[in-house]
């Protein structure tokens, strides 16, 4: 049974064979979408703008031949810079010398566009702050009790002149925070600009997250200011108790000589009502959020 296959099967490959060979020697024509790439840029210039990304070539030719370009290739189409000229346009048609894997045996039908414009200028350089562009979405009783640290601050932008000057600042790619309930460090991605190179890629963003509480402080000392050496200020009471809200962390090293509570004495001469409100100053990250009493009274002594 199987010597009686084996011919059959030979046939059948012999007949594929042949069908492919016919086949692939008759004329077609295909149509290429292919990635425009600028070579031979002199020295010190880049490339500022330029009119299509692709060129679309519409190609006629034996089968055998088309199938070389559109079997396991991913080719570009090269285009070249002809000296330091700031605008430059060029044929497609004329560029094919430029590109040998397009065979001399292929017949171009037709190319679009059929003009390419592109625009040289010098390389540039300078340093620019990075943005972190960050969304954050905190717990129920948490929040942010630090500064927003970007490590590296800044970054080298390079490019043609016209790209690179008005760049004032980088962005880095959105990233959205959810559920933050603690100290978050990590690495964002800088946004890329069109034509403008970055000497890094990456930055890392760091803050604090803690759970926010209130806290009582108690005896906080009122002191008196701009006092003539002849009088004396004296207020009723002389402490007071302030309630600042924080990160529970920052508020436990807070003591009460680290938030400072001061009249001046020009308050008293200007005072119509009888008593006067203290100026109080709070430590970073925190937030006044009461002072008892509101208001003091006081008695102006003279010597």
């Not at 679309?56 to 396991?72: E, F, N």
């Not at 890329?192 to 759970?211: G, L, T």
């Not at 002191?223 to 529970?248: H, S």
Request: aromatic fraction near 10%.
């Amino acid at each position: 049974m199987k010597k009686k296959f084996t011919p059959i099967i030979l046939i059948f490959v012999f007949s594929v064979l042949l069908w492919v060979y016919v086949s692939f020697s008759g004329e077609y024509t295909i149509n290429l979408k292919l990635p425009i790439e600028i070579k031979n840029i002199p020295e010190g210039y880049a490339v500022s703008s330029y009119s299509a990304d692709f060129v679309s070539l519409s190609l006629k030719g034996r089968g055998w031949q088309l199938a070389q370009h559109t079997v396991g290739r991913n080719p570009k189409f090269y285009v070249y810079c002809k000296g330091t000229k700031k605008n430059q346009s060029v044929s497609i048609r004329n560029e094919v010398e430029h590109n040998p894997w397009i065979s001399s045996t292929l017949q171009i039908v037709e190319t679009s566009p059929q003009i390419f414009n592109f625009t040289i200028e010098e390389i540039k350089s300078k340093k620019v702050e990075i943005i972190p562009v960050i969304s954050m979405v905190f717990k129920p009783g948490y929040g942010l009790v630090s500064d927003i640290e970007v490590e590296p601050d800044s970054v080298v932008i390079i490019g043609p002149e016209s790209r690179v000057e008005p760049v004032d600042l980088v962005k880095t790619e959105l990233k959205i925070f959810e559920n933050l309930d603690r100290p978050v460090e990590e690495v964002l991605k800088l946004e890329k600009i069109d034509f403008v190179k970055f000497n890094i890629d990456e930055c890392k963003v760091k803050f604090d997250v803690q759970k926010i509480v209130d806290k009582t402080f108690d005896d906080v000392v009122v002191e008196t200011k701009n006092v003539p050496p002849t009088q004396k200020l004296v207020l009723t009471p002389a402490k007071i108790k302030v309630v600042l809200r924080g990160g529970i962390k920052i508020l436990t090293q807070i003591k009460n000589e680290d938030i400072k509570a001061f009249v001046e004495f020009n308050q008293a001469l200007k005072d119509t009502l009888g008593a006067i409100q203290p100026t109080v100053i709070v430590p970073e990250k925190t937030v006044l959020i009461d002072v008892k009493p509101a208001r003091l009274d006081y008695i102006i002594k003279k010597y």
